[in-house]
């Protein structure tokens, strides 16, 4: 497996408190690697802190070998990083239809195919969402952009067992070539449906405390 992105001994702050704490993960390209940890473990500051969202103290990001861990978030986009948040992931004004053409011009059908339950709400401003709802309109940018590196807080947020199956489905597919994604997951716990040889690494107080290679029976 070649690594896409890495994190190098970073730490992130946010005022006094240290939420990682010289934290190195290598994130291979082609895999889906899930951020496991309660509330406050640093998987949501981790995501972030590789999506460009909040700055590092200390250590860098490397990705494919060049160190960008002072491009700002908008260019790591444009060099094919797709960052979907756990809140504030939609364009609340905006309606389902504006939402998909901002994402993924041209290819609505796509997303619709991901998500037929979006069809008869594409008149609607995805503010006024459920919360499930607006979780299956974030996630078809992640579906439907050709980043390379895509990272997804908590993906089955308000999403039903069976959306949540197909959801995780879909997300290993984008590691499979062509587009041989790195696919990086911020979970609680190690959810069912992803590939055997996925990984895992788990996260506790900003640190790393274990990781390992997901099974077929979905343990690390």
Do not use: K
């Amino acid at each position: 497996m070649t690594a896409e992105i890495a994190l190098r001994r970073a730490r992130v702050r946010y005022g006094p408190l240290e939420a990682l704490h010289g934290l190195d993960l290598v994130l291979p390209a082609g895999t889906v690697t899930v951020l496991l940890g309660r509330n406050g473990s640093g998987r949501t500051t981790a995501l972030r802190a590789l999506a460009g969202t909040v700055p590092l103290a200390a250590g860098r990001v490397v990705w494919r070998g060049a160190d960008v861990t002072r491009l700002p978030a908008h260019e790591r986009a444009r060099r094919g990083l797709c960052f979907v948040p756990d809140l504030r992931a939609v364009y609340a004004t905006l309606t389902v239809a504006e939402n998909l053409d901002l994402a993924a011009p041209g290819r609505r059908d796509a997303a619709l195919a991901a998500y037929p339950e979006l069809a008869r709400l594409l008149a609607r401003p995805a503010g006024t969402l459920s919360g499930g709802e607006r979780r299956m309109l974030a996630l078809t940018r992640a579906l439907l952009s050709p980043a390379r590196v895509v990272l997804v807080d908590e993906p089955s947020l308000g999403l039903s067992p069976a959306v949540a199956a197909r959801t995780y489905g879909l997300l290993a597919a984008l590691t499979r070539p062509p587009r041989s994604a790195a696919v990086v997951l911020a979970e609680q716990r190690v959810p069912h449906g992803l590939p055997p040889g996925s990984l895992a690494y788990r996260l506790s107080r900003g640190s790393l405390a274990g990781a390992g290679e997901i099974t077929a029976g979905g343990a690390p």
